[in-house]
């Protein structure tokens, strides 16, 4: 009969993670066992301790923290499956308490190339979250989050996308040279993808559009795509471009005013916002949005009153005559219960010049 050195060392060989998780519930130390068999000689023991974990961190995050010093160290580790898991579980500590893991960034960057895909996959993942509450510690990873654009594993690709979206806003220059491999991957067949892609591409056309020129038609494709966050984040991306391709997203409008009725409200908004941004650059090709756009000034979403009449401002700051009849409507919406609908309507108001 096989002997174990420790109790958990059974239940972690057997694979038996639901008894570990009944230990842990029960009030019994087993997070403090598991983190010193994190030291084990034994690499499955190793490995096996990080899965106990994160099976105990499914219910109880917080209570694997105190781990988290250690799990940093094994992702130097020597074995695959140890490192692998070990990151699947700074990850789920990145998003759960971004502090306990920050050290963990220069491992991870080293990782990024790692001979499995679902360890790709989750440093990656990892990066990103980490990236959230401090997109600087990613400057040193941006090159090689770039080339895993390229990886065979959509996890990868999506998470490599999230994360320059977000360092974009750092320092856009740095994640310039990733915009012709980001426009191609608007058109990947995995929508997690398109829908950071589309967020990447919409935040270095917000001060770069000029890299992203070439990317108008495959937003314009993906405002029919069936995942209603793609449709958003293209939406965004599109106001952006619009300020360099203003003749290509002139294509869009119709299509725009169609989502003015999509089933998803963060969409719609997102369409009266991409309205707006066109108007600034050809006021004439929106004017067929304002009957819509004076509608949605009587919304129950707050959201979607405040954007229809900031887009109702855009236009009336271009040709009032435009959208004269929306001037006793955002009136009244300077009453409105929403501070964000009341600010929205008097900045339309004086962009109209009836302050």
Do not use: C
Not at 159 to 185: G, I, K
Not at 224 to 233: C, G, K, L, P, T
Request: aromatic share 2%; glycine share 6%; charged share 25%.
């Amino acid at each position: 009969m096989e002997q174990f050195g420790h109790p958990l060392e059974a239940l972690i060989i057997w694979g038996d993670f639901e008894a570990i998780v009944r230990q842990h519930d029960s009030g019994r130390p087993v997070v403090e066992e598991l983190t010193k068999l994190l030291s084990h000689d034994d690499t499955a023991v190793r490995a096996g301790a990080i899965a106990g974990l994160g099976a105990i961190a499914q219910t109880d995050i917080s209570a694997i923290k105190v781990a988290a010093d250690r799990l940093v160290a094994l992702l130097g580790d020597h074995d695959a499956d140890v490192r692998r898991n070990a990151s699947w579980l700074v990850w789920l500590l990145a998003e759960a308490d971004v502090d306990t893991v920050k050290s963990a960034t220069p491992s991870l960057i080293a990782l990024l190339d790692d001979e499995l895909d679902v360890t790709r996959g989750a440093v990656t993942a990892a990066l990103w979250g980490i990236g959230r509450s401090d997109p600087e510690g990613l400057r040193e990873a941006i090159p090689r989050l770039i080339a895993r654009l390229d990886d065979q594993i959509s996890l990868v690709r999506a998470a490599a996308a999230a994360s320059l979206a977000l360092f974009a806003q750092t320092d856009v220059h740095a994640v310039t040279p990733a915009a012709p491999r980001l426009v191609e991957l608007l058109n990947d067949a995995d929508a997690n993808v398109r829908r950071n892609v589309a967020a990447a591409v919409g935040s270095i056309a917000t001060s770069q559009p000029d890299a992203v020129k070439g990317s108008t038609d495959a937003l314009f494709a993906l405002l029919r795509d069936n995942d209603s966050a793609v449709r958003s984040h293209s939406l965004a991306a599109l106001g952006a471009v619009a300020v360099i391709d203003p003749q290509a997203t002139k294509r869009a409008i119709p299509e725009l005013i169609r989502l003015f009725s999509d089933d998803d409200q963060l969409v719609r908004g997102q369409a009266v916002s991409a309205i707006g941004a066109v108007a600034l650059t050809d006021v004439d090709a929106v004017k067929d949005a304002v009957p819509q756009l004076l509608s949605m000034l009587e919304e129950e979403d707050a959201n979607i009153r405040g954007a229809a009449a900031g887009a109702l401002g855009e236009i009336g700051g271009i040709d009032s005559s435009l959208v004269s009849n929306a001037v006793p409507k955002l009136v009244t919406l300077l009453e409105d219960s929403d501070v964000y609908v009341r600010g929205a309507a008097t900045a339309a108001l004086q962009a109209i010049g009836e302050a």
